[in-house]
């Protein structure tokens, strides 16, 4: 079992940046795929990038690329999300999610944060 837990979330104007962090308690956090996924209100959790074992590719989302960066390390179990740019429309709940394989997909990925809010205001 692996437990993720998520923070730096918070209320940011547009154009500000936020960094989230997510936490694993794993000895083993260098198996897994790490992905971050947002979900808004009445909408579906939607893939916003990930990263490989290793921390050297990386894939993002159309609507964050060139805005959002995400690296781990694997010494720290922690991988991270660097927001810039923000708009009022990256509002959502971020999650972090880890899996076995390279995945965009919500359902390949077996353990989950709690989510953290993020609000950008206009």
């Known amino acids: 079992q692996v437990q993720l837990v998520e923070s730096g979330g918070g209320l940011v104007q547009a154009g500000g940046s936020l960094r989230l962090s997510c936490a694993a308690s794993?000895?083993?956090?260098?198996?897994?795929?790490m992905g971050w996924f947002r979900q808004a209100p009445g909408k579906e959790r939607e893939f916003v990038g990930r990263?490989?074992?290793?921390?050297?590719?990386?894939a993002y989302a159309d609507s964050v690329k060139g805005r959002f960066t995400i690296s781990r390390d694997n010494a720290k179990n922690t991988v991270y999300l660097q927001m810039n740019s923000l708009k009022p429309e990256d509002t959502a709940v971020y999650y972090c999610?880890?899996?076995?394989?390279?995945?965009?997909?919500?359902?390949?990925?077996?353990?989950w944060g709690q989510g953290t809010q993020v609000t950008v205001s206009s």
């Open positions: 999610g880890a899996s076995r394989i390279l995945s965009d997909s919500p359902s390949s990925y077996i353990y």
């Open positions: 990263i490989n074992w290793g921390g050297g590719v990386t």
């Open positions: 794993t000895r083993t956090f260098s198996n897994y795929v």
